[in-house]
Every structure is written in structure tokens, then in C-alpha cells.
T-cell receptor
Framework: SQTIHQWPATLVQPVGSPLSLECTVEGTSNPNLYWYRQAAGRGLQLLFYSVGIGQISSEVPQNLSASRPQDRQFILSSKKLLLSDSGFYLC??????????FGPGTRLTVL | SQQGEEDPQALSIQEGENATMNCSYKTSINNLQWYRQNSGRGLVHLILIRSNEREKHSGRLRVTLDTSKKSSSLLITASRAADTASYFCATDARQAGTALIFGKGTTLSVSS
């Protein structure tokens, strides 16, 4: 069966520090991968999605970037975090569009 | 951009009652999905209804879709305390490769 992992589960970082969140999927090949951010009490905002290795589409221009170095690995990064980057970051995958399967999320607090 | 908008934003009911949540969207869709999120957790897919379907059932869940009104409803019958969660509708536009667009969600609280 397929599983999706995200780490870390929680993260507290100072403003201006770098960020690296990792997501890996097991049990499937060539998945579509997605990064979402959820602000407190809000819906999900799509940040990036990828249909293959090295293929990244950005939905919201900001100080975040994403990379897909391997088929089942998706990384969300920032060189310098802002206070507004705080939120709950969710990774998801899909095989045959459209159902998506979500990871447990990373709670990021930028101080 | 936000496509789906759920209504109400929050709903409080007693165990055994039915809960109805509504979702409206703006553009043509291929399908509409409902997801559930327990506090601080990832989302779980509940049900998908395609644009050529009008109603779909899954256990205690009933989803309707009215493409002429660009709206959908999720009915949870005989609610339980364990149904307490946030519920989101999500749509995909007709363009290939577009990811899901989620609404802001309805927070359901079921008290025993």
C-alpha cells in the first residue's frame, strides 16, 4: 500500500533562517506531488505541484521554492523565512488524477 | 485562488442529528471532491462526484452536485462525536495538470 511521510512534524525557526521540509511517498511510481500551506483556520493554498522529476509548477510567487530530486521525493525550501511563512504545510500525492492523498503535515512557526 | 466556498463556516449539532454542508464554486469542473481534516492532521479523501453525476452515497455520506447552480452539498446522517472535524470541498478545473482548488472549509462540532 502507498504511504506518504513528512518531516519534521513541527518546526520553530527564527525569521531569516533557511527552511527545508521533506516529503516522500512509498508504494507508487511517478506520482503527482503537491505542497499546500494552511494558515490557522483557513483553507488550503496550493504552493507547488510536480508531475515528474525536475518538473515544478509554482502557483504562488513568494520566497519559497520546491524541488523534486527523485521520483518520490518532494522538498520545500526557503533561503530566508518570513513571519508570514508560519503555517501548516501539507504534502500530497496523486496517481490517476483526481483523488489526492495527504501526509500528516508540518507545523511551522516562524518567530 | 479559491474556487470552492463552503457554507456554513461552522456547524454545531448533537449526536444523532444530520449535518449538511454546502459548497459553491465558480468555474466549470470535471469533478468535485470532499475531504475531511481532523485538528492538526492531514486531509482524508471522503468522496468524489463527477460532473455528470447528481448524487452519490458512501456509508453515512450523501453528496449532491448541481452544475447549473455550481454547488454541492455534503450530508452526514446520524452524526457521531467522531465526525467532529473540518470538511473541505475541492474542485479541479478542466485544464489538464491543474491541481485541486480547496475551499475554506466547514468546521463541524458534534457533541454527545
Amino acid at each position: 500500500s502507498q504511504t506518504i511521510h513528512q518531516w519534521p512534524a513541527t518546526l520553530v525557526q527564527p525569521v531569516g533562517s533557511p527552511l527545508s521540509l521533506e516529503c516522500t511517498v512509498e508504494g507508487t511510481s511517478n506520482p503527482n506531488l503537491y505542497w499546500y500551506r494552511q494558515a490557522a483556520g483557513r483553507g488550503l493554498q496550493l504552493l507547488f505541484y510536480s508531475v515528474g522529476i525536475g518538473q515544478i509548477s509554482s502557483e504562488v510567487p513568494q520566497n519559497l521554492s520546491a524541488s523534486r530530486p527523485q521520483d518520490r521525493q518532494f522538498i520545500l525550501s526557503s533561503k530566508k523565512l518570513l513571519l508570514s511563512d508560519s503555517g501548516f504545510y501539507l504534502c500530497a500525492w496523486s496517481a490517476v488524477h483526481p483523488e489526492q492523498f495527504f501526509g500528516p503535515g508540518t507545523r511551522l512557526t516562524v518567530l | 485562488s479559491q474556487q470552492g466556498e463552503e457554507d456554513p463556516q461552522a456547524l454545531s449539532i448533537q449526536e444523532g442529528e444530520n449535518a449538511t454542508m454546502n459548497c459553491s464554486y465558480k468555474t466549470s469542473i470535471n469533478n468535485l471532491q470532499w475531504y475531511r481534516q481532523n485538528s492538526g492532521r492531514g486531509l482524508v479523501h471522503l468522496i468524489l462526484i463527477r460532473s455528470n453525476e447528481r448524487e452519490k452515497h458512501s456509508g453515512r455520506l450523501r453528496v449532491t452536485l448541481d452544475t447549473s447552480k455550481k454547488s454541492s452539498s455534503l450530508l452526514i446522517t446520524a452524526s457521531r462525536a467522531a465526525d467532529t472535524a473540518s470538511y473541505f470541498c475541492a474542485t479541479d478545473a478542466r485544464q489538464a495538470g491543474t491541481a485541486l482548488i480547496f475551499g475554506k472549509g466547514t468546521t463541524l462540532s458534534v457533541s454527545s
